[in-house]
T-cell receptor, first 117, second 116 residues
Framework: AQSVTQLGSHVSVSEGALVLLRCNYSSSVPPYLFWYVQYPNQGLQLLLKYTSAATLVKGINGFEAEFKKSETSFHLTKPSAHMSDAAEYFC???????????????FGKGTKLSVKP | ETGVTQTPRHLVMGMTNKKSLKCEQH?????MYWYKQSAKKPLELMFVYNFKEQTENNSVPSRFSPECPNSSHLFLHLHTLQPEDSALYLCASSQVQASESTDTQYFGPGTRLTVL
């Protein structure tokens, strides 16, 4: 079965510092991977997704993620954090494993990002 | 604004009440989803509708009853809920392709449900 592990339920960085949010996945089929962001009192918004094209994926708001098959990872990065980046970030995997349903997403537990002035 | 709206945004109900959550998508998608988001737990997929047909029910208690009258609307009927059902209920929609599994899900803002 597919699964996602996000290391660190809470990450704190200073404004202007590098943001690194970790995501590792497990999948028996080529995965499709997503990062979503959730601001307080809002739903989830897609940041970026990997669909087996380029391994380095660029998303909105200056975020990017790199798919590394050998490490089964899809970490999210941003070179310079901004106060407005404070939110919760979710990694998700999708793929047609045996018994799985097309389009269903498996989410990690989320990582809450705090940005200090 | 993602094109998926949910009403109400907040709901407080007693354990004996009956209420319904509504979701509407304006994106022309053919699949809709209900998720439950509880504190310190991953998002839990509850129900999936593809082309208005329920294709997934992840062992959800019968006190939750979904309804999908058309491809743009999705309801979640609630009755005799328990306090542990208090959570954020998120609706999402996507366009499921015939042979692809890369469809992006677009989420609504959620309904914050409190069961007293």
């Amino acid at each position: 079965a597919q699964s996602v592990t996000q290391l660190g339920s809470h990450v704190s960085v200073s404004e202007g510092a590098l943001v690194l949010l970790r995501c590792n996945y497990s999948s028996s089929v080529p995965p499709y991977l997503f990062w979503y962001v959730q601001y307080p009192n809002q739903g989830l918004q897609l940041l970026l997704k990997y669909t087996s094209a380029a391994t380095l994926v660029k998303g909105i708001n200056g975020f990017e993620a790199e798919f590394k098959k050998s490490e089964t990872s899809f970490h999210l990065t941003k070179p310079s954090a901004h106060m407005s980046d404070a939110a919760e970030y979710f990694c998700a995997v999708s793929g047609l494993e045996d018994g799985g349903s097309q389009g269903n997403l498996i989410f990690g537990k989320g990582t809450k990002l705090s940005v200090k002035p | 604004e993602t094109g998926v709206t949910q009403t109400p945004r907040h709901l407080v109900m007693g354990m004996t009440n009956k209420k319904s959550l509504k979701c509407e998508q304006h994106l022309g998608h053919n699949a809709m989803y209900w998720y439950k988001q509880s504190a310190k737990k991953p998002l839990e997929l509850m129900f999936v509708y593809n082309f208005k047909e329920q294709t997934e029910n992840n062992s959800v208690p019968s006190r939750f009853s979904p309804e999908c009258p058309n491809s743009s609307h999705l309801f979640l009927h609630l009755h005799t809920l328990q306090p542990e059902d208090s959570a954020l209920y998120l609706c999402a929609s996507s366009q499921v392709q015939a042979s692809e599994s890369t469809d992006t899900q677009y989420f609504g803002p959620g309904t914050r449900l409190t069961v007293l």
